[in-house]
């Protein structure tokens, strides 16, 4: 239980320092990554090399992401994020699944219209 909890704190907070290489070790082979929405980045993200890519768009688009809490939850792990943009900063979930101590599926829960409203501030840039 808190061995998960442990894992997926770890691979937002090395997330947030850009410590890409580490985080992507928590990785399964496998992982599936579900982002909500209507932009280039929403989606079914499937294979930890699509899910990388993914994560280096989040950073191309100056997308944030800070560990704030997170709850074991029917063998997943509920997470809640802090996403910081420089549009404003937004709370939002992630129900993560681990499979062998990595992380093997991510549905984020959030706000869409957020997501899009980043996606058209960096067109305007």
């Not at 029917?74 to 709370?91: P, Q």
């Given at each position: 239980?808190?061995?998960?909890?442990?894992?997926?704190?770890?691979?937002?907070?090395?997330?947030?320092?850009?410590?890409?290489?580490?985080?992507?070790?928590?990785?399964?082979?496998?992982?599936?990554?579900?982002?909500?929405?209507?932009?280039?980045?929403?989606?079914?993200?499937?294979?930890?090399?699509?899910?990388?890519?993914?994560?280096?768009?989040?950073?191309?688009?100056?997308?944030?992401?800070e560990f704030q809490e997170a709850y074991w939850c029917d063998n997943e792990v509920l997470c809640r994020?802090?996403?910081?943009?420089?549009?404003?900063?937004?709370?939002?979930?992630?129900?993560?699944?681990?499979?062998?101590?990595?992380?093997?599926?991510?549905?984020?829960?959030?706000?869409?219209?957020?997501?899009?409203?980043?996606?058209?501030?960096?067109?305007?840039?």
């Amino acid at each position: 239980m808190d061995e998960g909890i442990e894992v997926v704190r770890n691979f937002i907070s090395e997330l947030q320092v850009g410590d890409v290489p580490t985080a992507a070790s928590r990785l399964h082979e496998d992982v599936i990554w579900h982002q909500p929405g209507r932009t280039k980045l929403s989606g079914t993200h499937s294979g930890k090399s699509v899910v990388l890519k993914l994560l280096a768009a989040f950073s191309a688009n100056h997308i944030g992401i800070e560990f704030q809490e997170a709850y074991w939850c029917d063998n997943e792990v509920l997470c809640r994020i802090l996403i910081r943009h420089r549009i404003g900063d937004r709370n939002e979930f992630q129900l993560i699944s681990l499979n062998e101590g990595k992380i093997s599926r991510i549905r984020h829960h959030g706000d869409t219209g957020y997501l899009s409203e980043i996606m058209r501030s960096q067109q305007a840039d």
